[in-house]
T-cell receptor, first 113, second 117 residues
Framework: SQTIHQWPATLVQPVGSPLSLECTVE??????LYWYRQAAGRGLQLLFY??????ISSEVPQNLSASRPQDRQFILSSKKLLLSDSGFYLC????????????FGEGSRLTVL | AQKITQTQPGMFVQEKEAVTLDCTYD???????LFWYKQPSSGEMIFLIY??????QNATEGRYSLNFQKARKSANLVISASQLGDSAMYFC??????????????FGTGTRLQVTL
């Protein structure tokens, strides 16, 4: 069966510091990968998605970037965090066919102080 | 305009009763998909049910059913025989243009369901 893991689960970082959140999928090959952010009390906002190694699409211009160095690895990064980057970040994967339901990781809660 | 609207910020239901969570959507695309997700306090998003725009019958998955009214652009989630473990946030989401491999879902703001004894 397929599993998805992301880490760290919780992160407290000062303004201006770098960020790296990592996500790994097991049990499938060539998944589509996604990064979503959930602000407090809000719905999910799509940040980035990838349909293959090295292929990154950005949905919202911002202070963040994403990379896919391996087939089942997706990384969310920032060189200098802003207060507004605080939130709950969720990684997800989907098959490239079928209805397209997303399967989410456990989430990473980022607090920027 | 909001693509997905969930007008109920919070709902209460008694254990063993049925509850309906509302969702309306806005799209001009004839081909789309609608999803419901559950988010417990742990934060993980759990896929519940899917309805395609061309599906003739309402989707059902165990105690979950989707009341799909295409002309009204609504896709309400019905949970039958509520259980205490159903207490969570529930999100409605839409995927437009089912061509292409990427599944870019747009989410509503969610409804918090509380199941009481």
């Amino acid at each position: 069966s397929q599993t998805i893991h992301q880490w760290p689960a919780t992160l407290v970082q000062p303004v201006g510091s770098p960020l790296s959140l990592e996500c790994t999928v097991e049990g499938t090959s060539n998944p589509n990968l996604y990064w979503y952010r959930q602000a407090a009390g809000r719905g999910l906002q799509l940040l980035f998605y990838s349909v293959g190694i090295g292929q990154i699409s950005s949905e919202v211009p911002q202070n963040l970037s994403a990379s896919r160095p391996q087939d089942r690895q997706f990384i969310l990064s920032s060189k200098k965090l802003l207060l507004s980057d605080s939130g709950f970040y969720l990684c997800a994967w989907s098959w490239g066919i079928n209805t397209g339901e997303l399967f989410f990781g456990e989430g990473s809660r980022l607090t920027v102080l | 305009a909001q693509k997905i609207t969930q007008t109920q910020p919070g709902m209460f239901v008694q254990e063993k009763e049925a509850v309906t969570l509302d969702c309306t959507y806005d799209t001009s695309d004839p081909s789309y998909g609608l999803f419901w997700y559950k988010q417990p306090s742990s934060g993980e998003m759990i896929f519940l049910i899917y309805q395609g725009s061309y599906d003739q019958q309402n989707a059902t998955e165990g105690r979950y059913s989707l009341n799909f009214q295409k002309a009204r652009k609504s896709a309400n989630l019905v949970i039958s025989a509520s259980q205490l473990g159903d207490s969570a946030m529930y999100f409605c989401a839409m995927r437009e243009s089912l061509t292409g491999t990427a599944s870019k879902l747009t989410f509503g703001t969610g409804t918090r369901l509380q199941v009481t004894l």
